[in-house]
């Protein structure tokens, strides 16, 4: 039976792979993808911990991260098509300032 310890595990791995990506990839889509698989790793949480203890509080909480998500990525997404446009590149490196 599968229960609450091993959605815990399995959101720790995804959490623990997304802060890895954060830290090492220099790729701007890359980071945003970590990011992304970062917060899909809280929402497993609140919704292991929803479901364990019977309450919806944490599933709303899944939901508002979800949509806080997916403004992050577009947004995230137009800008990084921006500073493409501008620099002709997306390594984090190569990315110092907003200047042009």
Do not use: P
Not at 35 to 52: D, K, T
Request: net charge negative.
């Amino acid at each position: 039976m599968i229960t609450a310890t091993h959605y815990l595990v399995l959101s720790a791995c995804l959490f623990g792979i997304g802060a890895v990506g954060v830290m090492v990839r220099k790729n701007l889509i890359t980071l945003l993808l970590s990011i992304e698989l970062m917060l899909n790793a809280v929402n497993l949480n609140l919704i292991a911990f929803s479901h364990q203890w019977g309450d919806m509080l944490g599933q709303v909480f899944a939901i508002f991260v979800m949509a806080v998500a997916a403004g992050e990525a577009a947004i995230g997404l137009g800008i990084i098509t921006a500073i493409y446009r501008n620099r002709g590149t997306v390594e984090a490196d190569q990315v110092r300032g907003m200047e042009g």
